[in-house]
């Protein structure tokens, strides 16, 4: 079955640098788009970015734009979103997605931006 699994997340300085991996297992890893998305407390789960092939990456959310970047190794089964200049606006669960039928998620890794 389509198993998602998010890493890497934690608590961080303002200004601060983290990278999320999700390994993905259960289908053709190659073959799919892959998904960030993150909710922050009380709000909606929002796109932050997807990338298809590796050359072509795309951060959806303008306020990340500059600052995170995703990417993928086919090799590893796994996707990546890097993340730079963290705010503490950026706290949130972060979940990797792929839609293999249906919307598959993760488990989450919460983020939390914080002096």
């Known amino acids: 079955q389509v198993q998602l699994v998010e890493s890497g997340g934690g608590l961080v300085q303002p200004g601060g640098s983290l990278r999320l991996s999700c390994v993905a297992s259960?289908?053709?890893?190659?073959?799919?788009?892959m998904y960030w998305y993150r909710q922050a407390p009380g709000q909606e789960r929002e796109l932050v970015a997807t990338i298809s092939n590796p050359d072509l990456p795309m951060i959806t959310k303008d306020s990340v734009k500059g600052r995170f970047s995703i990417s993928r190794d086919n090799a590893r089964n796994t996707v990546y979103l890097q993340m730079n200049s963290l705010q503490p606006e950026d706290t949130a669960v972060y979940y990797c997605?792929?839609?293999?039928?249906?919307?598959?998620w993760g488990q989450g890794t919460q983020v939390t931006v914080s002096s």
């Open positions: 259960g289908f053709t890893f190659k073959n799919y788009a």
């Open positions: 997605s792929v839609l293999v039928g249906q919307r598959r």
